[in-house]
């Protein structure tokens, strides 16, 4: 038997900043949008470094923003976590060189993609840009595996029908 249960906030935390990659929700024109991201988690942010395109379009039309992370060892034993805020454009200074440095760490084919401009096959220069999610919500759960638990009825169990 499986149970779900809730996780604290400092174990939603803690998944949060050991994962590093997740899925980031964004929606505009009543169109759900899903991507997979490498991301940061610092200071109770999550930071997410992007590249001008569709993705950034949605988060300017919309900034409101889900970011879902999971770790998952099987069907019966997994942590998901779910962090909805508004992101936020970081601008150059201090804080885009922490998210470089942290995003680096975590993904380090992530580097040469920093210093590099180039122009896809729509002849759009690849342009930085770097989201913080300041969350308005964190909420997790995790599924623990109770296979080996003996059943105990119930009282409603016990009722004859």
């Not at 939603?12 to 169109?31: K, M, V």
């Not at 997410?48 to 770790?71: H, M, R, W």
């Not at 992530?110 to 909420?139: C, G, H, K």
Request: charged fraction near 30%.
């Amino acid at each position: 038997m499986i149970e779900i249960e809730d996780l604290t906030r400092e174990e939603s935390i803690e998944l949060l900043e050991s994962i590093g990659y997740g899925h980031l929700a964004c929606c505009t024109n009543d169109r759900p949008y899903v991507v997979p991201v490498h991301y940061a988690f610092t200071n109770e942010k999550a930071y997410i470094y992007t590249t001008e395109g569709k993705k950034s379009d949605v988060i300017k039309a919309n900034p409101n923003v889900c970011l879902q992370v999971e770790d998952v060892a099987t069907n019966r034993d997994w942590l998901s976590v779910i962090v909805e805020g508004k992101a936020e454009r970081v601008g150059p200074g201090e804080e885009r060189d922490l998210v470089i440095a942290l995003i680096s760490k975590i993904n380090p084919t992530f580097t040469p993609a920093v210093s590099i401009r180039w122009l896809d096959n729509w002849v759009r220069e690849n342009v930085e840009v770097i989201f913080r999610i300041v969350p308005e919500n964190i909420s997790g759960r995790r599924g623990v595996d109770r296979t080996d638990k003996p059943f105990a009825p119930q009282p409603q169990d016990l009722e004859p029908n």
